[in-house]
């Protein structure tokens, strides 16, 4: 947390399954579709325990709008959410290397 | 009021299956979707063909857009035909007795009908209903990362009225970003998003934020860094030289024989983080000669390739095939 309301949705902040619900805007059986999917790997062995990197949460958003606008399932939202996380974790090497690399890259 | 021909924009014909017409729009949708498209009128695009779709695939709307016969073309300015008035003023949220058509839209139109299906007057009890989450982009410059900012938004944001109407609002937001902000980041700032209805708490604002590419620093993540432009003889002898850093200049020590693309930590010295320490800063070495030489320079670099024996391209002999 950095002031009273403002959250930084990265993996310092951790949520729990209705707060992730909340934040995505999709109902908690949904993230626990997404969790039997394997698109989303919380810590905690139960439900109640969950606990997710709140970095997730932007890619729930994402796709929960792609499918509901395509009406898609939640098998499909599952896939996209897994594509989406990679697709972010891909921008974060280029970001890197680029910051590394400067002018060359 | 302006006519759109719903077929035309999804692309099928006026007697298309049910099924063609979602074929056509999640064709479309998919092209033009916000969060995939980079076209920069794909937005706008995506609003037409979603329109078209909302009316075309509920049969009643469908009948009722067929009714209105297909002899305009798109962007024709037309009138509904007699009865339509009375229709839309007895649907929940539609025209008081002194609406306009003119001041209507078509969406409008077939949106009235779907609350009237849904009898969303006032007999029951209404639901509290969160408001909806907004998405913004914000690019901030180092400066603003470093210290944290005040940023003023201007964004045209859909809100929806009591019977269930969307119109877009123009509204300013001022939203205070906080120290530690980086490239990639999203900011969620709480209850700052659309109202909510019916006692229904506001929805979030969230801002997506890239930083503005700095004439010195890169940044990644909460670590920045610097190239630092060296002589060959200050690489070769080592040397003490003065970089910048977001806290100030400091004295960098170069170390005797330093390479092309070494990096050297300076600890603490990157971008400041919400909490903890700040990221590190690294100095990117970089061999630079002079583009023009004194006479006594060209001297003594021939000097300099007399004397030395070292063979920059040694391995070339070593790995070649």
Redesign the interface.
């Known amino acids: 947390m950095?002031?009273e309301?403002?959250?930084?949705?990265?993996t310092?902040t951790q949520l729990t399954l209705v707060e992730l619900a909340e934040?995505s805007?999709v109902t908690e059986t949904v993230v626990q579709e997404l969790v039997d999917y394997g698109a989303l790997t919380p810590s905690g062995a139960r439900p109640a325990e969950w606990a997710f990197s709140?970095e997730c949460a932007?890619s729930v958003?994402?796709a929960a709008?792609?499918c509901g606008?395509?009406?898609l399932e939640t098998s499909a939202m599952a896939l996209v959410v897994s594509f989406l996380e990679r697709i972010?974790e891909l921008?974060?090497q280029v970001?890197?290397l680029?910051?590394?690399a400067?002018?060359s890259f | 009021m302006k006519y759109k021909d719903y077929y035309e924009i999804l692309g099928v014909k006026r007697d298309a299956s049910a099924d063609d017409i979602r074929k056509a729009y999640r064709k479309l949708a998919q092209k033009y979707h916000p969060d995939v498209t980079k076209d920069p009128a794909g937005e706008e695009k995506f609003k037409e063909v979603g329109e078209a779709y909302q009316t075309l695939k509920d049969p009643e709307k469908r009948k009722a857009y067929d009714e209105l016969g297909s002899s305009f073309a798109s962007g024709q300015e037309f009138r509904p035909p007699p009865g339509w008035e009375q229709r839309f003023r007895e649907a929940p949220g539609g025209g008081s007795q002194s609406f306009s058509f003119d001041d209507l839209d078509l969406s409008d139109l077939f949106e009235s009908l779907s609350r009237g299906r849904r009898g969303g007057g006032g007999q029951r009890t209404p639901r509290p209903m969160r408001g909806p989450d907004f998405e913004v982009a914000v690019q901030l410059t180092l400066e603003d990362a470093i210290r944290g900012t005040q940023v003023e938004l201007h964004v045209a944001l859909p809100e929806y009225d009591e019977h269930g109407a969307v119109h877009a609002v123009e509204k300013t937001i001022k939203a205070r970003i906080p120290k530690g902000a980086t490239d990639g980041q999203r900011l969620r700032l709480r209850g700052q998003g659309g109202k909510g209805m019916n006692g229904g708490a506001n929805g979030d604002l969230y801002l997506d934020i890239t930083l503005r590419p700095h004439a010195l620093f890169r940044a990644d993540g909460h670590d920045l860094y610097l190239d630092v432009p060296l002589a060959p003889w200050e690489a070769a002898l080592g040397a003490s030289v003065q970089i910048p850093t977001p806290d100030g200049n400091v004295n960098l020590k170069i170390p005797a024989g330093t390479t092309a693309g070494r990096k050297l930590r300076l600890g603490g010295k990157g971008l400041p983080r919400p909490e903890g320490s700040p990221g590190d800063l690294y100095a990117v070495a970089q061999i630079v000669n002079p583009t023009v030489l004194t006479d006594r320079e060209r001297e003594l670099y021939r000097e300099l390739a007399q004397a030395s024996r070292f063979d920059p391209r040694g391995h070339f002999a070593k790995e070649s095939p």
Not at chain 1, 5 to 10: G, H, K, L, S, T
């Open positions: 950095t002031t309301n403002a959250f930084w949705m990265d310092r934040c805007g709140a932007v958003r994402k709008r792609l606008d395509l009406e972010q921008e974060a970001r890197r680029r910051a590394q400067g002018g």
